[in-house]
Protein backbone atom coordinates (compact mmCIF):
# COMPACT_ATOMS: atom_id res chain seq x y z
CA UNK A 1 0.00 0.00 0.00
CA UNK A 2 1.34 3.57 -0.21
CA UNK A 3 1.90 5.81 2.36
CA UNK A 4 0.15 8.47 2.94
CA UNK A 5 0.78 10.43 0.41
CA UNK A 6 -2.48 12.05 -1.08
CA UNK A 7 -1.94 13.25 -5.04
CA UNK A 8 -5.07 15.54 -5.15
CA UNK A 9 -4.96 18.99 -3.06
CA UNK A 10 -8.95 18.40 -2.72
CA UNK A 11 -11.33 15.88 -3.96
CA UNK A 12 -13.26 18.29 -6.26
CA UNK A 13 -9.53 18.33 -8.23
CA UNK A 14 -10.95 14.73 -9.83
CA UNK A 15 -13.88 16.24 -10.49
CA UNK A 16 -12.36 19.22 -11.96
CA UNK A 17 -11.11 16.54 -14.09
CA UNK A 18 -14.01 14.89 -14.83
CA UNK A 19 -15.22 18.62 -16.31
CA UNK A 20 -11.99 18.67 -18.46
CA UNK A 21 -12.97 14.94 -20.05
CA UNK A 22 -16.77 15.52 -20.12
CA UNK A 23 -17.24 19.50 -20.80
CA UNK A 24 -20.58 20.87 -20.62
CA UNK A 25 -22.30 21.13 -24.31
CA UNK A 26 -22.03 24.97 -24.78
CA UNK A 27 -18.71 25.41 -23.07
CA UNK A 28 -15.75 24.89 -25.32
CA UNK A 29 -13.14 21.79 -25.23
CA UNK A 30 -9.63 21.95 -25.25
CA UNK A 31 -8.58 18.34 -26.76
CA UNK A 32 -5.10 19.10 -26.21
CA UNK A 33 -5.93 19.71 -22.21
CA UNK A 34 -4.33 17.06 -20.00
CA UNK A 35 -5.02 16.34 -16.90
CA UNK A 36 -3.04 18.14 -13.80
CA UNK A 37 -0.17 15.97 -12.70
CA UNK A 38 -1.27 15.80 -9.62
CA UNK A 39 -4.83 13.98 -11.02
CA UNK A 40 -2.55 11.64 -13.37
CA UNK A 41 -0.82 10.77 -10.12
CA UNK A 42 -4.37 10.09 -8.49
CA UNK A 43 -5.36 7.84 -11.34
CA UNK A 44 -2.49 6.08 -11.19
CA UNK A 45 -2.59 5.03 -7.69
CA UNK A 46 -6.15 3.85 -8.08
CA UNK A 47 -5.69 1.83 -11.03
CA UNK A 48 -2.81 -0.17 -9.20
CA UNK A 49 -4.20 -0.25 -5.76
CA UNK A 50 -7.74 -1.08 -6.85
CA UNK A 51 -7.91 -4.75 -7.02
CA UNK A 52 -10.77 -7.56 -6.61
CA UNK A 53 -9.35 -8.17 -3.47
CA UNK A 54 -8.83 -4.65 -2.07
CA UNK A 55 -12.70 -4.22 -3.08
CA UNK A 56 -13.45 -7.40 -0.45
CA UNK A 57 -11.31 -6.32 2.12
CA UNK A 58 -13.14 -2.84 2.42
CA UNK A 59 -16.81 -4.49 2.19
CA UNK A 60 -16.00 -6.67 5.01
CA UNK A 61 -14.34 -3.21 6.57
CA UNK A 62 -17.21 -1.17 6.36
CA UNK A 63 -20.61 -3.09 5.39
CA UNK A 64 -21.61 -4.63 8.89
CA UNK A 65 -22.06 -0.16 8.45
CA UNK A 66 -20.98 -0.48 12.76
CA UNK A 67 -18.74 2.20 12.30
CA UNK A 68 -20.98 5.00 13.84
CA UNK A 69 -25.13 6.21 14.01
CA UNK A 70 -25.45 9.68 12.44
CA UNK A 71 -28.32 11.05 10.80
CA UNK A 72 -28.51 12.55 7.02
CA UNK A 73 -27.30 16.21 8.00
CA UNK A 74 -25.32 15.39 10.92
CA UNK A 75 -23.65 13.24 8.19
CA UNK A 76 -23.55 16.12 5.98
CA UNK A 77 -22.19 18.47 8.39
CA UNK A 78 -19.54 15.90 9.48
CA UNK A 79 -18.69 15.64 5.89
CA UNK A 80 -17.97 19.61 5.49
CA UNK A 81 -15.40 18.81 8.63
CA UNK A 82 -13.03 17.73 5.95
CA UNK A 83 -10.23 20.13 5.45
CA UNK A 84 -8.67 19.52 2.10
CA UNK A 85 -5.75 21.15 1.35
CA UNK A 86 -7.28 23.63 -1.43
CA UNK A 87 -7.61 26.61 -2.12
CA UNK A 88 -11.14 27.94 -0.32
CA UNK A 89 -11.53 30.91 -2.41
CA UNK A 90 -11.70 27.96 -5.39
CA UNK A 91 -12.97 24.87 -3.66
CA UNK A 92 -16.77 25.01 -2.22
CA UNK A 93 -17.25 23.31 0.95
CA UNK A 94 -18.58 19.63 0.37
CA UNK A 95 -22.26 20.89 1.50
CA UNK A 96 -22.53 23.54 -0.98
CA UNK A 97 -21.58 20.87 -3.76
CA UNK A 98 -24.32 19.00 -1.94
CA UNK A 99 -26.92 21.77 -1.75
CA UNK A 100 -26.30 22.67 -5.49
CA UNK A 101 -26.80 19.42 -6.99
CA UNK A 102 -30.51 19.22 -4.74
CA UNK A 103 -31.40 22.67 -5.63
CA UNK A 104 -30.84 22.54 -9.26
CA UNK A 105 -32.59 19.03 -9.20
CA UNK A 106 -35.25 20.88 -6.98
CA UNK A 107 -35.55 23.92 -9.69
CA UNK A 108 -36.48 21.38 -12.48
CA UNK A 109 -39.49 20.25 -10.85
CA UNK A 110 -38.12 16.71 -10.20
CA UNK A 111 -39.38 14.31 -7.76
CA UNK A 112 -38.68 14.71 -4.28
CA UNK A 113 -36.69 11.43 -3.97
CA UNK A 114 -34.55 13.13 -6.84
CA UNK A 115 -33.76 16.42 -4.65
CA UNK A 116 -33.08 14.02 -1.98
CA UNK A 117 -30.84 11.94 -3.83
CA UNK A 118 -29.08 15.15 -5.37
CA UNK A 119 -29.13 16.08 -1.45
CA UNK A 120 -26.88 13.13 0.52
CA UNK A 121 -25.12 11.59 -2.94
CA UNK A 122 -21.87 11.91 -2.00
CA UNK A 123 -22.22 11.37 1.56
CA UNK A 124 -19.91 8.59 0.94
CA UNK A 125 -16.71 10.78 0.87
CA UNK A 126 -16.97 10.56 5.09
CA UNK A 127 -14.65 7.46 4.49
CA UNK A 128 -12.02 9.98 3.19
CA UNK A 129 -12.21 10.84 7.13
CA UNK A 130 -11.90 7.80 8.50
CA UNK A 131 -8.38 7.46 6.99
CA UNK A 132 -9.42 5.74 3.77
CA UNK A 133 -6.73 7.64 1.22
CA UNK A 134 -8.25 9.65 -1.89
CA UNK A 135 -7.94 6.70 -4.42
CA UNK A 136 -10.15 4.50 -2.33
CA UNK A 137 -12.62 6.87 -2.43
CA UNK A 138 -13.05 8.84 -5.22
CA UNK A 139 -11.86 8.31 -8.90
CA UNK A 140 -13.84 7.01 -12.11
CA UNK A 141 -15.00 3.12 -10.60
CA UNK A 142 -14.91 0.25 -13.12
CA UNK A 143 -15.68 -3.57 -13.05
CA UNK A 144 -13.31 -5.43 -11.20
CA UNK A 145 -13.08 -9.39 -11.32
CA UNK A 146 -12.96 -9.30 -15.35
CA UNK A 147 -10.63 -7.25 -17.69
CA UNK A 148 -10.58 -3.56 -17.13
CA UNK A 149 -11.92 -1.87 -19.93
CA UNK A 150 -9.38 0.73 -22.29
CA UNK A 151 -12.30 2.80 -22.04
CA UNK A 152 -11.66 3.91 -18.53
CA UNK A 153 -9.45 6.46 -18.19
CA UNK A 154 -5.64 6.26 -17.77
CA UNK A 155 -6.26 2.90 -18.37
CA UNK A 156 -2.81 2.09 -19.03
CA UNK A 157 -1.94 2.60 -15.55
CA UNK A 158 -3.55 -0.73 -14.70
CA UNK A 159 -0.49 -2.80 -16.12
CA UNK A 160 0.64 -2.17 -12.39
CA UNK A 161 -2.41 -3.45 -11.10
CA UNK A 162 -2.12 -7.30 -9.71
CA UNK A 163 -5.52 -8.24 -11.30
CA UNK A 164 -3.88 -7.86 -15.02
CA UNK A 165 -1.81 -10.61 -14.70
CA UNK A 166 -4.56 -13.03 -12.86
CA UNK A 167 -5.81 -15.61 -14.90
CA UNK A 168 -9.17 -15.82 -13.69
CA UNK A 169 -9.84 -11.86 -13.87
CA UNK A 170 -7.99 -11.63 -17.56
CA UNK A 171 -10.92 -12.23 -19.96
CA UNK A 172 -13.86 -9.73 -20.71
CA UNK A 173 -16.18 -11.52 -18.75
CA UNK A 174 -13.48 -12.34 -16.19
CA UNK A 175 -15.95 -14.54 -12.90
CA UNK A 176 -19.02 -13.12 -14.29
CA UNK A 177 -21.71 -14.83 -16.88
CA UNK A 178 -23.02 -12.47 -19.91
CA UNK A 179 -25.45 -10.00 -18.60
CA UNK A 180 -25.64 -10.92 -15.05
CA UNK A 181 -26.50 -7.62 -14.03
CA UNK A 182 -24.35 -4.82 -12.43
CA UNK A 183 -25.45 -5.84 -9.09
CA UNK A 184 -23.99 -8.78 -9.68
CA UNK A 185 -20.70 -7.26 -10.80
CA UNK A 186 -18.10 -5.78 -7.87
CA UNK A 187 -17.22 -2.19 -8.77
CA UNK A 188 -13.81 -0.55 -7.81
CA UNK A 189 -14.55 0.35 -3.67
CA UNK A 190 -15.30 3.90 -3.53
CA UNK A 191 -17.77 6.35 -1.80
CA UNK A 192 -20.94 5.51 -3.93
CA UNK A 193 -20.49 1.74 -2.97
CA UNK A 194 -20.54 2.64 0.90
CA UNK A 195 -23.41 4.94 0.52
CA UNK A 196 -25.52 2.69 -1.10
CA UNK A 197 -25.43 0.33 1.28
CA UNK A 198 -25.99 3.06 3.98
CA UNK A 199 -29.10 3.99 2.44
CA UNK A 200 -30.02 1.05 0.59
CA UNK A 201 -33.15 0.28 2.52
CA UNK A 202 -34.95 3.52 2.02
CA UNK A 203 -34.71 5.14 -1.61
CA UNK A 204 -36.60 3.87 -4.69
CA UNK A 205 -34.81 1.67 -6.70
CA UNK A 206 -33.40 4.85 -9.40
CA UNK A 207 -32.27 7.01 -6.78
CA UNK A 208 -30.11 3.90 -4.97
CA UNK A 209 -29.17 3.24 -8.61
CA UNK A 210 -27.98 7.09 -9.67
CA UNK A 211 -25.76 6.92 -5.74
CA UNK A 212 -24.32 3.41 -6.70
CA UNK A 213 -23.08 3.87 -9.95
CA UNK A 214 -22.77 8.28 -10.33
CA UNK A 215 -18.61 7.83 -10.48
CA UNK A 216 -18.90 4.75 -12.92
CA UNK A 217 -18.26 6.70 -16.41
CA UNK A 218 -17.06 3.57 -18.00
CA UNK A 219 -21.17 2.41 -17.73
CA UNK A 220 -23.06 5.55 -17.71
CA UNK A 221 -20.63 7.66 -20.28
CA UNK A 222 -18.47 5.94 -22.01
CA UNK A 223 -21.12 2.87 -22.83
CA UNK A 224 -18.33 -0.31 -22.02
CA UNK A 225 -19.40 -3.42 -20.07
CA UNK A 226 -22.54 -3.92 -21.94
CA UNK A 227 -21.66 -7.63 -21.22
CA UNK A 228 -22.18 -6.91 -18.03
CA UNK A 229 -25.57 -5.46 -18.26
CA UNK A 230 -29.05 -6.46 -18.47
CA UNK A 231 -32.44 -5.00 -19.75
CA UNK A 232 -33.35 -3.37 -16.37
CA UNK A 233 -29.87 -2.05 -16.27
CA UNK A 234 -30.10 -0.82 -19.20
CA UNK A 235 -33.92 1.29 -18.23
CA UNK A 236 -31.49 2.30 -15.01
CA UNK A 237 -28.96 4.36 -16.88
CA UNK A 238 -31.16 6.47 -17.96
CA UNK A 239 -31.69 7.82 -14.24
CA UNK A 240 -28.05 7.67 -13.67
CA UNK A 241 -27.21 9.25 -16.69
CA UNK A 242 -29.86 12.10 -15.69
CA UNK A 243 -28.43 12.40 -12.21
CA UNK A 244 -25.05 12.99 -13.82
CA UNK A 245 -26.08 16.38 -15.83
CA UNK A 246 -26.30 18.01 -12.39
CA UNK A 247 -23.86 16.10 -10.64
CA UNK A 248 -21.37 17.72 -13.00
CA UNK A 249 -22.60 20.81 -14.68
CA UNK A 250 -24.47 22.71 -11.61
CA UNK A 251 -22.60 25.79 -10.82
CA UNK A 252 -19.80 25.91 -8.26
CA UNK A 253 -19.40 29.45 -7.78
CA UNK A 254 -22.47 30.75 -6.11
CA UNK A 255 -22.87 30.42 -2.46
CA UNK A 256 -25.31 28.35 -0.90
CA UNK A 257 -27.67 29.66 2.32
CA UNK A 258 -26.96 26.58 4.30
CA UNK A 259 -29.18 27.62 7.28
CA UNK A 260 -31.68 29.29 5.28
CA UNK A 261 -31.94 25.94 3.42
CA UNK A 262 -32.17 23.13 6.11
CA UNK A 263 -35.78 23.42 7.42
CA UNK A 264 -36.69 22.43 3.44
CA UNK A 265 -33.99 19.64 3.39
CA UNK A 266 -34.53 18.58 7.16
CA UNK A 267 -38.00 17.82 6.21
CA UNK A 268 -37.32 16.01 3.07
CA UNK A 269 -34.63 13.70 5.02
CA UNK A 270 -37.28 13.17 7.81
CA UNK A 271 -39.84 11.96 4.67
CA UNK A 272 -37.21 9.27 3.73
CA UNK A 273 -35.20 8.48 6.61
CA UNK A 274 -35.15 7.45 10.20
CA UNK A 275 -33.67 9.98 12.94
CA UNK A 276 -30.34 8.15 13.07
CA UNK A 277 -28.83 5.80 10.32
CA UNK A 278 -26.28 2.63 10.97
CA UNK A 279 -22.85 3.79 8.84
FE1 LIG B 1 -19.62 11.56 -6.11
FE1 LIG C 1 -21.05 14.95 -6.59
Redesign the pocket.
Given at each position: MPDSFEPLSSLDEWEDDLLRRYPARDTFRDYAAEARPGVREFYRLNHQYQTFEFGQQKRQQYLPLAKTQMGVWQAMEYLNTLVDDSDPDIDLPQIEHLLQTAEAIRSNNQPRWFILTGLI??LGKILCLWGEPQWAV?GDTFPVGCKFSDRIVFHEAFSDNPDSTNERYQSDLGIYSPHCGLDQVNLSWG??EYLYHVVKNYLPEPALNMIRY??CYPVHREGAYGFLMNEHDHEMMKWVNAFNQY?LYTKRDERMDVAGLRPFYQQLIDEYFPASLNW
Amino acid sequence: MPDSFEPLSSLDEWEDDLLRRYPARDTFRDYAAEARPGVREFYRLNHQYQTFEFGQQKRQQYLPLAKTQMGVWQAMEYLNTLVDDSDPDIDLPQIEHLLQTAEAIRSNNQPRWFILTGLIHDLGKILCLWGEPQWAVVGDTFPVGCKFSDRIVFHEAFSDNPDSTNERYQSDLGIYSPHCGLDQVNLSWGHDEYLYHVVKNYLPEPALNMIRYHSCYPVHREGAYGFLMNEHDHEMMKWVNAFNQYDLYTKRDERMDVAGLRPFYQQLIDEYFPASLNW
